[in-house]
């Protein structure tokens, strides 16, 4: 395992004050709390956060980590030495959001032993394990489909003796037909473990959708910008254009411009309503690369004159 | 480490859904004292004239466990959540 530096982690010096390092932990835990933060990493930033501060906010368990961690870099393979052994008062008891799991192997090695956590509980006592929070990230087919997604959580578990050991989870969860992005599934009992027999917390996933390269989801309609030629978009023509559920021919009216929006009703993702599909109209012209495409631009510019920046006043 | 295979099906919080104060209490573990005063405060706005007729969906089930987790892990108390609550919400509406 490897040494935690958990001054370096609240940005804190070893010298540090109780009171600066309540700030310090404050201050990070605005900025990286799950709920408010945008951070790509907040998560983890949060739950490193969160297990500095619980070592370094006791007194008890900051003398030892002192005692321990002397001459220790960020990173560095660790041992606990030997002899190491730590009590807990039985009055201890966590607290704070740990999405995604407990603390680092680290930590627990250190000061894991006999006693389980929970929000608030304290050893010994009945208590409820905490909820957890986990982002997913589906295709949008599977959304329209619904589809058995394999997920992975690094979550804490009991072992024999009450220790708690991190332990990769991998939960294959049912996402329903018709999912929508933000929407949540909660799976009953699926959170964090309890303690001393009390229940297991709840897992809320939240469902977000994979960027797809050229479908994007609001809510149930699904928006397409759809290419088109000029002489499609002049003359009208009928195109095929892809939706969730497979291709389906579309009539481009005559007269058509750049922008254009076409409703394609019910074909978003399933619900009731179900969704539409937006198509976008985008007019693609070809390049003049040969004489003939060049002397066909030129007979345009002089059958059909137009000046599309009129409205600019130029 | 070790892996499980466990095969689970849950329910999606869908925007039809609605909750009564215990039910609600029920899912965010929370009790009815909390949500009574989070109600108070504006932070949830149930359907409902009466604690016993109360409905709540699943946003306020959401703005709950925020709260709960902000006033937990930042010391935020029911008027701030309330504010970081609509600001966050705010935020979601300009980035789409």
């Not at chain 1, 321990?68 to 008062?89: A, K, M, N």
């Not at chain 1, 479908?215 to 759809?226: K, M, S, T």
């Not at chain 2, 573990?29 to 949500?35: C, G, H, L, M, R």
């Amino acid at each position: 395992m490897e040494y935690k530096d958990y001054y370096k982690i609240m940005g804190l010096s070893r010298d540090a004050t109780p009171e600066e390092i309540k700030r310090a932990y404050r201050k990070l835990a605005r900025k990286y709390h799950p709920d408010v933060s945008k951070e790509a990493n907040a998560e983890a930033k949060f739950k490193e956060l969160g297990e500095a501060y619980e070592v370094l906010k006791d007194p008890k368990k900051k003398a030892a980590y002192d005692q321990v961690g002397r001459g220790w870099q960020e990173g560095q393979p660790f041992t606990p030495p030997p002899d190491w052994g730590f009590d807990f008062g039985v009055d201890q008891g966590f607290t704070g959001t740990q999405p995604g799991g407990g603390f680092s192997d680290f930590f627990e090695a250190l000061f894991g032993g006999g006693f389980r956590r929970g929000r608030g509980g304290a050893y010994g006592r009945q208590m409820q394990g905490s909820d957890q929070l986990a982002k997913i990230q589906i295709d949008l087919e599977d959304a329209y489909r619904g589809a058995d997604s394999l997920i992975s959580l690094n979550m804490p578990q009991a072992d024999s003796q009450g220790h708690l050991v991190s332990n990769v989870r991998t939960l294959n969860v049912k996402i329903p037909k018709g999912i929508k992005a933000g929407q949540r599934i909660r799976l009953a009992g699926q959170g964090m473990p309890g303690g001393g027999g009390g229940g297991s917390g709840d897992l809320y996933l939240e469902i977000e959708f994979k960027p797809h390269r050229y479908f994007r989801a609001e809510g149930r309609d699904i928006h397409l910008e759809l290419p088109v030629t000029p002489w499609e978009a002049a003359l009208g023509a009928t195109v095929p254009v892809p939706t969730l559920g497979g291709a389906v021919e579309v009539k481009i009216p005559p007269g058509s411009q750049a922008g254009k929006q076409l409703r394609l009703k019910g074909r978003g993702l399933p619900g009731t309503p179900a969704g539409d599909q937006y198509v976008t109209l985008k007019i693609v012209a070809p390049s003049a690369r040969t004489d003939e495409a060049k002397a066909l631009y030129e007979k345009m510019a002089k059958v059909m004159p137009m000046n599309p920046r009129a409205a600019m006043g130029v | 480490m070790k892996n499980e295979i466990v095969v689970i099906s849950g329910i999606v919080l869908d925007e039809s859904m609605r909750f009564s104060l215990v039910e609600l209490c029920d899912f965010a573990k929370a009790s009815p004292d909390q949500v009574i005063e989070m109600v108070e405060e504006g932070v949830l706005e149930p359907e409902g004239t009466s604690v016993y007729t109360w409905r709540f969906d699943t946003h306020a089930l959401k703005r709950l466990q925020i709260a709960m987790r902000l006033e937990q892990d930042l010391g935020v108390n029911l008027p701030g959540s309330a504010l970081v609550l609509d600001l966050l919400e705010e935020m979601e509406r300009l980035k789409r």
